[in-house]
């Protein structure tokens, strides 16, 4: 773990790999709520069937990042091992820059792909609780819909802490982005 | 027996791991040795440092797959003082 953290520290790529997580995640955060607000204005639709179409493009999402970002990072770092070869003139294979070209693309792709599924399982929550939870057996819907509220905040104000802008403005800027989004569906839906 | 007690080494290294932490890995493996390096050019991609490793036994080859392990490599031996202990005594 020691040796992968300094990897990803010599090779800079801790800064992708945050970069991935917020993009990602916020990608994951955004389509759930875009899914619970279509299934809001469409009503008198099942709650396991939205659980289950939720949780299928969970899963596509999850998949589609691990996919797409190791099949690019991967190309990536060889490329820029390459040019660092060139530049020193020596095969750098075994040293860390190879190991790292080797490894880090699996692990950008790792986080890349379990950001947008961990969030958006963390806004399914609400669904899986309601047989067993009163208040989301009430509102499935709008709780789900809160969660998801809550996780682009909460996405914001970690963005804030990597800007170093105040916390309750970068989460608030996130949540104005999920307001014009829900929006968009109220005012697109044809129901 | 013949022991290195300093080393002037020429290096080519990538930016990163920079300075810091490029001596601190090296120095990791070298107990009891003093390490000071110097940053003599900068290119693009890569930076020329002078690299000195003292102390009672310092051991070339540890530091030679140290800094290969880290991407650089050495260009040249530019200083070395070796130690032979004291004499012999003749026995009587």
């Not at chain 1, 990608?27 to 619970?36: F, I, S, V, Y």
């Not at chain 2, 930016?15 to 290119?43: W, Y």
């Amino acid at each position: 773990m020691e040796q992968l953290l300094w990897l990803l520290n010599i090779t800079r790529s801790h800064v992708i790999a945050r970069r991935y997580f917020v993009v990602n995640g916020f990608d994951g955060a955004l389509t759930m709520l875009g899914l619970l607000v279509g299934f809001y204005v469409s009503e008198n639709v099942r709650l396991p069937v939205v659980t289950n179409a939720c949780l299928g493009v969970a899963i596509a999402l999850g998949m589609s990042g691990v996919s797409s970002a190791y099949i690019s990072e991967a190309a990536e770092k060889q490329r820029e091992l390459r040019e660092l070869e060139r530049a020193m003139v020596s095969d750098l294979g075994q040293s860390a820059y190879g190991q790292a070209a080797r490894l880090l693309p699996m692990v950008i792709a790792f986080v890349n792909g379990m950001a947008p599924l961990i969030i958006s399982l963390i806004i399914l929550l609400p669904l899986w609780l309601a047989p067993s939870v009163e208040l989301f057996n009430h509102f499935p819907l709008e709780s789900a819909f809160a969660m998801a509220l809550l996780t682009i905040f909460l996405l914001g104000v970690y963005l804030g802490h990597i800007s170093q802008t105040f916390w309750l403005w970068a989460g608030l800027q996130t949540l104005v982005i999920a307001a014009a989004t829900t929006g968009l569906i109220f005012i697109l839906s044809p129901g | 027996m013949v022991r290195i007690t300093r080393i002037v080494l020429d290096v080519l290294k990538p930016h990163n791991p920079n300075a810091l932490d490029f001596t601190t890995a090296i120095s990791e493996q070298l107990p009891g040795c003093r390490i000071k390096l110097t940053v003599t050019a900068m290119d693009e991609k890569t930076e020329t440092v002078v690299l000195v490793a003292e102390g009672a036994h310092v051991l070339f080859p540890l530091i030679s797959e140290v800094i290969s392990s880290l991407g650089g490599s050495i260009h040249s031996i530019d200083e070395v003082e070796v130690d032979n202990g004291p004499p012999d005594v003749e026995p009587h």
